[in-house]
């Protein structure tokens, strides 16, 4: 089933000519998670939905514990608890389907399918989302593996809770763990807003992101991710957040995100790109647009968006991480075997 990789490196793009013939069905993936990709085109080649190539590709790295950032038994809480957001989103009918927080389950983004087809919701959170989980017949489970909870153990006891997501408090959350209180001081202020530090790249902060066209022409995008390390609990990032971590819209095309989600989901990367591309911008005028509106104010951020339009032409922009490229995975009808490419960041 697996095949020998092949690896572009891409410092132009758009990747497929605007002027050839519609490139479908097709399958991208943020970084180098190939076991979802292939999953993914084995759905669409066999003429399955985008929505099920999105779900199927996701769960293979919900399986699989992606790069220790998405599914079960890793990026603990501070409570030393695994929770996942996920999303996936119906490019035809402008439907959503996303969880956040989720607890005691393991299929996330299978779960956020469940949302888009059997509520008239678009996001359930928290505990309520896993009893929904439960109605829908998923399985409750322990999220917390050895490898999780020694991640946790060290990073609380050995640690001191450093780093961490807390700032303008008592006591000083740079030195000490919580229970914090909020403080007034205006000096603990400042200090506690420059000495925050907490890490952010590809092993923190990260997602996967799918887009993806049926041989149809129906476009779905979808994210899942176990969020940020040692975050408080009931954060939710911009993965489960429509028009940030991941849109579609089948009269443009559609897009998603990976990074700090803290930072990007201000913006709504995804969406951004998808309204360029709509007012006529190529994949990589869109998603460099993106990446820019972000970086313009948050120069140190790290990120990245990947786009395709309708067509079939895709791209990717990046930001922050140093000089390392990031990948992202292609498998469409105009290549035998997936691809690996790479772009360079700002």
């Known amino acids: 089933m697996f095949k020998k990789i092949s690896i572009l490196f891409v410092f132009s793009l758009p990747l497929i000519p605007l002027n050839c013939a519609l490139n479908k069905p097709i399958v991208i993936t943020t970084w180098n998670f190939v076991n979802s990709t292939i999953s993914a085109w084995e759905v669409l080649k066999g003429g399955g939905t985008a929505l099920d190539a999105i779900e199927h590709g996701a769960s293979v790295c919900e399986d699989q514990q992606c790069d220790g950032t998405v599914g079960y038994g890793g ?14 989103m119906d490019g035809r009918t402008m439907n959503v389907g996303a969880v956040g927080a989720l607890r005691r389950i393991k299929n996330a983004i299978a779960v956020a399918r469940h949302v888009l087809e059997n509520t008239k919701h678009s996001i359930l959170v928290g505990s309520q989302a896993t009893q929904f989980a439960v109605q829908m017949g998923f399985n409750e489970q322990s999220l917390t593996t050895p490898e999780s909870k020694k991640l946790w153990t060290t990073w609380a006891n050995e640690n001191n809770c450093q780093p961490n997501f807390w700032m303008n408090v008592e006591p000083d959350p740079n030195k000490y763990c919580g229970p914090y209180h909020h403080v007034y001081d205006k000096t603990v202020k400042r200090k506690s807003k420059l000495q925050h530090n907490m890490k952010v790249d590809r092993y923190n902060h990260d997602t996967i992101g799918m887009v993806a066209i049926d041989k149809n022409g129906d476009i779905a995008a979808g994210t899942s991710t176990n969020g940020a390390k040692y975050k408080i609990p009931g954060r939710i ?44 911008a190529t994949p990589l005028n869109a998603v460099e647009t993106a990446i820019k509106r972000i970086a313009k104010h948050y120069s140190n951020f790290m990120g ?14 990046c930001h922050g991480l140093g000089d390392l490229p990031f990948p992202f995975v292609v498998y469409d009808s105009s290549n035998k075997e997936y691809q690996i490419h790479k772009v360079k960041c700002s």
């Open 237 to 280: 990032g911009d993965s489960p957040i429509p028009g940030s971590g991941a849109y579609a819209d089948n009269e443009v095309g559609a897009a998603t995100a990976t990074g700090d989600g803290d930072i990007m989901l201000r913006f709504l990367p995804s969406f951004l790109a998808v309204e360029e591309m709509r007012r006529g």
């Open 304 to 317: 990245a968006v990947i786009a395709v339009n309708k067509n079939g032409n895709y791209s990717a922009a």
């Open 75 to 88: 990026s603990p809480d501070e409570d030393g608890e695994t929770t996942l957001d996920a999303l996936i």
